[in-house]
Nanobody, 120 residues
Framework: QVQLVESGGGSVQPGGSLRLSCAAS????????MNWYRQAPGKERELVAS???????TYSGSVKGRFTISRDNPKNTGYLQMNNLRPEDAAVYYCNALMRTIQHGNLEVWGQGTLVTVSS
């Protein structure tokens, strides 16, 4: 079974940092785009950052300059380094990946989410 497992969420004060991880496992041939989304209470899920297989990155305007997305291809793991966190960054963060698998061909997979809380 192909799955994504996030870790690294928690509670920090404004201005603090967190590093989220997203580990992919299962019968994976390759991972194309890896993405981080977030969803705050009462709001729609939004795309925060993306990284292609060649390392090309894109960010939403609200996090650009504060968040850094990266990936370790041999480990099938993605990361989101979040610095200078603000209260409005508080949300459940979801990892998402477009991958090619042995059993199911091309798949879009979501992680279970990890909670980030930012408050003083």
């Amino acid at each position: 079974q192909v799955q994504l497992v996030e870790s690294g969420g928690g509670s920090v004060q404004p201005g603090g940092s967190l590093r989220l991880s997203c580990a992919a496992s299962g019968s994976i041939v390759s991972i194309n785009d890896m993405n981080w989304y977030r969803q705050a209470p009462g709001k729609e899920r939004e795309l925060v950052a993306s990284i292609a297989s060649d390392g090309y990155t894109t960010y939403s305007g609200s996090v650009k300059g504060r968040f850094t997305i990266s990936r370790d291809n041999p480990k099938n793991t993605g990361y989101l380094q979040m610095n200078n966190l603000r209260p409005e960054d508080a949300a459940v963060y979801y990892c998402n990946a477009l991958m090619r698998t042995i059993q199911h061909g091309n798949l879009e997979v979501w992680g279970q989410g990890t909670l980030v809380t930012v408050s003083s």
